[in-house]
């Protein structure tokens, strides 16, 4: 007969084991998130979800009806914007699903083989709706990789200043645009051209917009042209593509005159840039004009501002000031500006992370609704 103390080492060898497997299993399937994370990472999915089907639902016409009436026309409004994301035929194969369900809760005699038919039938169309999923994040993939192709992975290496960029999707793909390349100037000269620009919407009609832009700039960008009439130019081809001025774009363009340490820019309707100064004093780049795509015969004022050692420039898409937090408070333009007060006297790039450290504190867990963009410049 085996001793006490062998069938405790066995039982411990044996909870041991299951630990490791039970390990095994959670981080294959949790990606070694810890339950907190998962749980946030649910609530926002779930958040998600409900604000994506809920947009389709007229919620102000419940606001007539009498309370007892409310909360059931309300589930099935929601349920039939649900619903309305299938195909017809999934749809009606979901619906056949359900009545079979609700007849066989009239049938509670041997209804194994009954269950077994639903939970395959379910199974099917959960599958269906994966190999979809699945065929658009290939192509998702795809797109992403083509226009990460469009933007510099790396700033360019130019005397006297420093720089860094950085974007997040809020989707696989953005409507953000940012780009800084080389230009022989018109008058003479060579200038580094800076650009940051936010197409309006998100995903795949925004990162096809955005694609355009960039063709076009860069087309433009190659010929003899002043600032002011490069500008011009790309708003008329964003107003020959902007669906009626429903798909414009706002940006901020400049051209860096290393020679007179100057910058030369024009604001089209982007959040205007900040410049920090070594002393602290901060000022915004507002001269400019309208977003490109709304009106083909704007005009737009050119500004200029001299910038010295020390200095900053930061550029950046809305995304950066609307991040919200799990309470739907922005970040807003105050909290930029104050984690720019504590920002340390380091690289463009220390600077950079900074704020979108920052940004991250502030919203948490929360899910990224737009897509976040930031350009930075320090003089040497």
């Known amino acids: 007969m085996e ?46 979800g409900y604000k994506f089907y809920s947009r389709d639902v007229d919620w102000e016409s419940f606001e007539r009806q009498k309370p007892s009436h409310r909360r059931l026309s309300a589930f099935r409004a929601l349920a039939w914007a649900l619903l309305r994301k299938l195909s017809p035929a999934r749809r009606i194969f979901l619906l056949l699903t359900m009545a079979f369900v609700v007849v066989t809760l009239f049938n509670t005699q041997d209804a194994g083989a009954e269950i077994l038919v ?17 065929t658009m994040k290939r192509d998702l993939e795809i797109a992403r990789d083509i226009q990460s192709w469009l933007v510099p992975s790396s700033p360019p290496i130019i005397d006297g200043i ?3 960029f950085a974007t997040r999707p809020a989707n696989t793909v953005s409507g953000d645009y940012y780009d800084a390349f080389r230009r022989d100037h018109p008058a003479g000269g060579e200038r580094l051209v800076l650009i940051v620009a936010d197409v309006a919407g998100k995903s795949i009609p925004a990162a096809l917009l955005m694609a355009t832009i960039q063709a076009s700039l860069r087309s433009l960008a190659a010929s003899p042209l002043s600032l002011d009439e490069l500008v011009v130019g790309l ?10 001025g429903s798909r414009f774009t ?53 500004g200029q501002i001299e910038l010295h050692s020390g200095d900053l420039l930061v550029v950046f898409t809305d995304g ?16 930029l500006l104050a984690s720019l007060s504590i920002l340390p006297s380091g690289t463009a790039n220390d600077a950079l992370k900074a704020i979108f450290s920052s940004v991250d504190a502030f919203v948490g867990r929360t ?5 976040i963009t930031a350009l930075l410049m320090r003089v040497r």
């Open 118 to 134: 639903i939970t395959l039938a379910l199974l099917l169309l959960i599958a269906l709706e994966l190999a979809d999923r699945v």
């Open 320 to 335: 950066v000031v609307e991040a919200e937090d799990a309470s739907e408070a922005e970040f807003g333009e105050p909290r």
């Open 367 to 371: 899910r990224q609704h737009d897509d």
């Open 250 to 302: 706002t940006a901020f363009i400049g051209e860096w005159d290393q020679s007179l340490n100057t910058l030369t820019y024009i604001n089209a309707g982007h959040n205007s840039p900040i410049v920090k100064r070594v002393s602290g004093v901060v000022e915004r780049l507002e001269a400019g004009g309208l977003p490109l795509g709304i009106m083909a015969a704007g005009r737009y004022e050119l």
């Open 162 to 164: 420093d720089l860094a």
């Open 235 to 244: 708003n008329r081809y964003a107003c020959a593509n902007s669906l009626s």
């Open 3 to 48: 001793s006490l103390a062998h069938i405790v080492e066995k039982i411990g060898l044996f909870f041991v084991k299951l630990a490791a497997s039970f390990r095994v299993f959670w981080e294959r399937w949790a990606d070694g998130m810890t339950p907190d994370a998962l749980w946030a990472d649910f609530k926002a999915d779930t958040q998600a």
